[in-house]
């Protein structure tokens, strides 16, 4: 028995009446044969015991019997399981992380014959597990092949070690950033404790006062490194040798040759020139070495234009320039080496920024979209999202600022507490007035822009109000981040209407296409691109730069809408163009009903701001998304807009 199907079957013990087979593929991620002959096998092993299993056509398969006869009989598979080895899991996760331990970082041959016998599942399971591997690890390397026998990847050193990098990191979280437990799905406990006490443990002078999440990925690459010396195999040096001066120079150089003379010391591995050149490389891309230390004036230019750019599309004189100036010129130098390296740094905050500024961001890769033909790099959502969060706190400054109020009912010796930690979250122009329950219905209310109740649900007020908790954990930051930027971040650089004047002025009904069918997401944005092209909108690079944004990042809503788009030097002129469909398709990780692309070319950026909050407007509730749709032509959506 292995763990699957011990879970399946005390699924079905619990199960009151028939399941289907297809229902229990779906839930297992396996096929309905594979299902069966789960079955099979469960049949076989509780033979003697009480309880019947029955199959029963068009209507699944149901367990019957008394309770303590299943309680046995569960009993029995347990113990089956526990005779066998612990390696064959039930989840497809655990599936992929064993096969990319065995194919990427061991290099071990693999056939699919031998991987479905050993997981029980079926050829096309494990075809669909390396396509999902594929769909991570294949941005920066050739990916894992078949030929209908076996399973190779066919890189080179660099690129099998970016692979296995990418893979960890991708499939982690920030909960998970210290946990031995999931570092040994991959590699030794011996080599990770190693590992551990440089990166996370010491943390050394060199890392001090860098980011944990920048920290794992260095440390996943370090241990990917290490695992691969460890079986003889090394990076190759660079034929170039003044390419090979200019990356060992300064203190990322230091830094390697520490580390590894660390690690060889305490696990006896050797490295090589080719692996300290490799190291040291790394290690500056992520800020640790001579790029943080100086900066070109190539870099003063481009920092200097991406700032000019987002003043464009917000409208506004970024007050503190010299600071944001500072802040990009140390982050894009390291984000452009990391990218152009295929290196991934996942930013925890990423779905807070997409959710609750989802204008800005869109702006923010607007603004940077030029640095992928300077640079020959392709951005990702977490690496705008960074340079997203220096914008927030930059253009929020010039937003005039209005009161906070904080009620606190009881909880006297935590005001202190949670006034500075409110204090810390909130921009640093926020003024606020403090006062207790008793006293609240003396204060006067006229320039308050947002009441904060601590311990408090509600207050009968005109003032939005929020409640938080005296404790104030990660969800009431988030309810006091929302409710700030509802209450006095939007409200101030909105329109002040509801209607959509420049999209008005820019929609185009010949573009605006009703009830289509569409089997998938790639068929819907080539349905859109199809027609851009047709009306002379966009040239031949659009639908390729379409298609790499969605596969570095999602453009979904979670009101059911999505936004895809592409970079502006791909555009010919002005166009957006609606897709209402008549069924939802599976867009990522939510159905979408409606996708608008809009298509707005370098000449015209001055309107980019404000049509994008005119999307955004238009789609970003499901109530609004779902009007929409429930409409029946273009006229009536048209009224709707021009109202």
Same mark, same amino acid.
């Given at each position: ?151 190779? +990847? /066919?890189?080179?050193?660099? *690129?099998? %070690?970016?692979?296995? @990098?990418?893979?960890?990191? #991708?499939?982690?979280?920030?909960? !998970? ?46 241990l990917v490194q290490t695992a691969r010396a ?23 150089a230091e830094v390697a040759t520490n580390l +590894? /003379?660390?690690?060889?010391? *305490?696990? %006896?591995?050797?490295? @090589?020139?080719?692996?300290? #050149?490799?190291?040291?490389?790394? !290690? ?97 959502d977490d690496e705008v999202s960074f340079v ?256």
């Amino acid at each position: 028995m292995n763990k699957r199907q011990v879970d399946l079957f005390n699924y079905l013990c619990g199960a009151k009446d028939y399941v289907p087979a297809k229902v229990l593929a779906q839930q297992y991620q396996v096929s309905s044969k594979t299902i069966y002959k789960d079955i099979d096998d469960i049949t076989e092993a509780v033979s003697e015991s009480n309880i019947q299993i029955q199959k029963k056509p068009r209507a699944g398969i149901k367990v019957s019997g008394k309770d303590k006869d299943k309680v046995k009989a569960m009993n029995i598979i347990a113990n089956l399981q526990e005779r066998q080895s612990d390696e064959i899991g039930t989840s497809p996760a655990e599936r992929r992380a064993v096969m990319v331990k065995a194919i990427l970082l061991q290099g071990r041959q693999q056939t699919l014959k031998q991987l479905s016998e050993h997981w029980l599942v079926s050829k096309t399971s494990i075809l669909n597990d390396i396509a999902w591997i594929n769909d991570i690890i294949a941005i920066n390397s050739p990916g894992i092949e078949s030929d209908g026998i076996s399973l190779e +990847f /066919k890189g080179n050193e660099e *690129q099998r %070690q970016t692979a296995v @990098t990418t893979f960890v990191v #991708d499939n982690t979280d920030v909960k !998970l950033l210290s946990s031995d437990n999931y570092l040994k799905q991959f590699f030794d406990p011996k080599v990770i404790r190693t590992l551990s006490d440089y990166f996370v443990k010491n943390q050394t002078e060199w890392f001090e006062n860098v980011p944990a999440y920048y920290r794992f990925a260095l440390q996943i690459l370090t241990l990917v490194q290490t695992a691969r010396a460890a079986l003889g195999h090394h990076i190759q040096l660079r034929s170039s040798q003044n390419d090979y001066e200019t990356s060992l120079s300064g203190d990322s150089a230091e830094v390697a040759t520490n580390l +590894f /003379k660390a690690i060889s010391k *305490q696990l %006896q591995i050797t490295f @090589t020139q080719g692996d300290l #050149d490799w190291l040291a490389r790394n !290690l500056s891309a992520y800020r640790i070495g001579p790029i943080a230390n100086g900066i070109s004036a190539q870099w003063e230019a481009t920092v200097q234009e991406m700032i000019t750019r987002m003043e464009s599309l917000q409208e506004v004189k970024i007050p503190g320039r010299k600071l944001l100036r500072h802040q990009l010129m140390f982050h894009l130098p390291a984000m452009v080496l990391r990218l152009q390296k295929g290196l991934i740094v996942r930013n925890p905050l990423l779905g807070d920024i997409k959710s609750q500024y989802p204008e800005l961001f869109g702006m923010t890769w607007y603004a940077m979209s030029f640095l992928e033909d300077r640079y020959r790099i392709e951005l990702n959502d977490d690496e705008v999202s960074f340079v997203t969060i220096y914008f927030h706190i930059a253009i929020n400054q010039v937003i005039t600022s209005r009161n906070v109020l904080i009620v606190f009912n009881q909880h006297g010796e935590l005001r202190d507490y949670v006034k500075s930690q409110i204090r810390m979250l909130l921009p640093q122009n926020t003024k606020y007035t403090t006062a207790s329950l008793g006293s609240f219905s003396q204060i006067d209310l006229t320039r308050i822009g947002l009441i904060v109740g601590v311990n408090l649900k509600s207050l009968i007020t005109s003032v939005p109000f929020v409640g938080i908790s005296p404790l104030f954990d990660a969800n009431d930051q988030t309810k006091l981040m929302k409710a700030y930027a509802d209450a006095l971040v939007k409200p101030q650089s909105s329109q002040g209407t509801v209607h959509f004047p420049i999209l008005r002025r820019s929609i185009d009904p010949a573009l605006v296409f009703w009830k289509e069918r569409m089997p998938n997401k790639q068929d819907a944005l080539n349905f859109l691109v199809d027609r851009l092209e047709a009306a002379g909108k966009v040239n031949t690079e659009f639908r390729s730069s379409i298609f790499r944004r969605e596969r570095l990042g999602t453009t979904e809503l979670d009101s059911g809408a999505a936004l895809p788009h592409a970079v502006p030097n791909t555009v010919k002129s002005l166009g957006i163009a609606f897709l209402i469909l008549k069924k939802p398709v599976h867009w990522n990780s939510i159905p979408v009903s409606i996708v608008v692309l809009a298509c707005v070319p370098e000449a015209q950026v001055n309107i980019y701001r404000d049509l994008v909050m005119d999307i955004y407007r238009l789609v970003q509730n499901r109530q609004m998304v779902q009007m929409i749709v429930g409409l029946n032509n273009t006229d009536q959506f048209l009224d709707l807009i021009n109202q």
